[in-house]
């Protein structure tokens, strides 16, 4: 089982690292311009790819360690607290994808149909950003409670959102301007 948990962590990791790297690049552009339908699309296949590869080895790393034993589960606050950060990223996509591409596809947008996007948006980096705190912070299991570690959670994510309310009009102006290519 050695030989297969670290597999799956590598696995894992490295997967995390194109999907982290991905958003990162598509948050950072999309600060600047609006996104072709082409981008969309592309962004939402490669993060649906990732999210499915992750969700596989992730699953499989949490029944090596627990047997899926529900006593084991609930005793290891940083893993309840990775497994929901991770079902609120994934719930968060689903909005993404249903909702706020299908909003990016009009050739108007409102101020509501921006800021749904932009919460969205905060909510899926700072939850994807938490998700990677969260593969480090072994050293933190023996200090915090779940109620810290969710607690951490809820600020990082309602600091992300307070940050792109205050970046929505900033956003909608730029992507007022003519489309251009970003050297990165």
């Known amino acids: 089982m050695d030989y297969l948990r670290t597999i799956l962590i590598f696995s894992h990791l490295m997967v995390f690292a194109f999907a982290i790297t991905s958003l990162y690049k598509s948050d950072f552009e999309l600060l600047f311009q609006r ?9 939402g296949d490669h993060m649906l790819i990732y999210l499915v590869v992750l969700w596989t080895t992730g699953l499989g790393l949490i029944y090596i360690d627990t047997g899926f034993d529900m006593d084991k589960i609930r005793s290891a606050q940083k893993l309840i607290t990775k497994l929901s950060s991770t079902i609120v990223l994934t719930l968060n996509a689903i909005v993404i994808h249903f909702i706020a591409f299908k909003k990016l596809e009009r050739d108007t947008l409102s101020g509501a149909d921006m800021l749904l996007m932009a919460i969205a948006g905060a909510i899926s980096t700072a939850s994807w950003t938490f998700a990677a705190f969260l593969g480090i912070a072994k050293a933190l299991v ?14 990082v994510v309602l600091g992300a959102v307070a940050t792109t309310i205050a970046l929505t009009p900033t956003i909608t102006n730029n992507w007022k ?6 050297q990165a």
């Not at 023996?142 to 600020?155: E, N, T, V």
């Not at 301007?177 to 970003?182: D, G, S, T, V």
């Open 35 to 43: 996104p072709s339908n082409e981008d969309i699309k592309s962004m």
């Open 142 to 155: 023996k200090h915090f409670s779940l109620a810290d570690f969710l607690g951490l959670y809820g600020l």
């Open 177 to 182: 301007r003519p489309r251009r290519e970003i």
